[in-house]
């Protein structure tokens, strides 16, 4: 099973700045990476899919980065709708599809 | 537009069963995969399996085999997921999730609650 980490836990952000988020997968798992929002008391909404491909609907303030084992979130401009948990999923190597286990970004 | 609609929260006593149904529009059904994952209180997303609509073959994630059974009725293009003997710790929002290997889950229900009590 791969396991997939997100760092870091929690990141404290102002609105207007940048956000980065980390992801690491315990092996290859090409470019078959997911990013995903959620926020309270709603389903998950899938932002970026091939490690770097916007999701329909998905603002450009949002980007994806990586291949193999490294991936990265990037929020360039966080705007209050942006305050959320994001989930990063590997489905190459399946199954099981593995989840990371969150990152909080909110408010500083 | 793509929708996925699953059935209202659930309270239900230990022991009990539950099913959760999750009814599908906007795509032809059998084209992708249905998943389901769990999300345990102030927990994150696990994907307990998945289901193959063109054959209703599942497949159950390691910890979810024996009392979780995924199934279909593709006349009116809709995933159930049933839980029996349920206990306290699968009080969880139960989502399907729709897609299929190499692609991500590009549309999920609105979850389902389901809340195990005495």
């Known amino acids: 099973e791969i396991v997939m980490t997100q760092s870091p836990a929690t990141l404290s952000v102002s609105p207007g700045e940048r956000a980065t988020l980390s992801c690491r997968a315990s092996q290859s798992v090409s470019s078959n990476l997911a990013w995903y929002q959620q926020k309270p008391g709603q389903a998950p909404r899938l932002l970026i899919y091939g490690a770097s491909t916007r999701a329909t609907g998905i603002p450009a303030r949002f980007s994806g980065s990586g291949s193999g084992t490294e991936f990265t979130l990037t929020i360039s401009s966080l705007q209050s709708e942006d305050f959320a948990v994001y989930y990063c999923?590997?489905?190459?190597?399946?199954?099981?599809?593995?989840f990371g286990q969150g990152t909080k970004v909110e408010i500083k | 537009q793509v929708q996925l609609v699953q059935s209202g929260s659930e309270l239900k006593k230990p022991g009990a069963s539950v099913k959760v149904s999750c009814k599908a529009s906007?795509?032809?059904?059998?084209?992708?995969?249905m998943n389901w994952v769990r999300q345990a209180p102030g927990q994150g997303l696990e994907w307990m399996g998945w289901i193959n609509t063109n054959t209703g073959n599942p497949t159950y994630a390691q910890g979810f085999t024996g009392r979780f059974v995924f199934s279909l009725d593709t006349s009116v293009s809709t995933a159930y997921l049933q839980i029996s003997s349920l206990k306290a710790e699968d009080t969880a929002v139960y989502y399907c999730?729709?897609?299929?290997?190499?692609?991500?889950?590009?549309?999920w229900g609105q979850g389902t609650l389901v809340t195990v009590s005495s």
């Open positions: 999730a729709r897609g299929g290997y190499f692609d991500p889950f590009d549309y």
């Open positions: 906007g795509y032809t059904f059998t084209s992708y995969a």
């Open positions: 999923q590997q489905y190459n190597n399946w199954p099981p599809v593995t």
